[in-house]
């Protein structure tokens, strides 16, 4: 089992800036992908940026250029750096854990980012 601890969400006005941070911890891999995804209401959820445990990134290209996903060296903690934020962007936040060999994912507890003047 791995459990997600996310943190960094709230309020911001548009073209400002948010950092969300997720820690995992329990029966940890070598092998893993960490990411985010978010969820707006109505609407499915989606996949923003992954950073596997070699240190390679993807993001979605709505999200290309603005947000940055990072991990600690070392650790299985993992930041979205969010900018240039709008309202759209205005969703739950939710990170997200696949263990490579064990074949199993597992998800945060969501963090609300809400963008608004």
């Known amino acids: 089992q791995v459990q997600l601890v996310e943190s960094g969400g709230g309020l911001v006005q548009p073209g400002g800036s948010l950092r969300l941070s997720c820690t995992a911890s329990?029966?940890?891999?070598?092998?893993?992908?960490m990411g985010w995804y978010r969820q707006a209401p109505g609407k499915e959820r989606e996949s923003l940026a992954h950073?596997?445990?070699?240190?390679?990134?993807n993001y979605a290209d709505s999200v290309k250029g603005r947000f940055t996903i990072s991990r600690d060296k070392g650790e299985n903690t993992v930041h979205l750096q969010m900018n240039s934020l709008q309202p759209e962007d205005t969703a739950v936040y939710y990170c997200?854990?696949?263990?490579?060999?064990?074949?199993?994912?597992?998800w945060g507890q969501g963090t609300q980012v809400t963008v608004s003047s």
């Open positions: 997200h854990f696949y263990a490579v060999h064990e074949g199993n994912q597992y």
């Open positions: 329990g029966s940890i891999f070598r092998l893993n992908v």
């Open positions: 950073i596997d445990s070699g240190g390679t990134t």
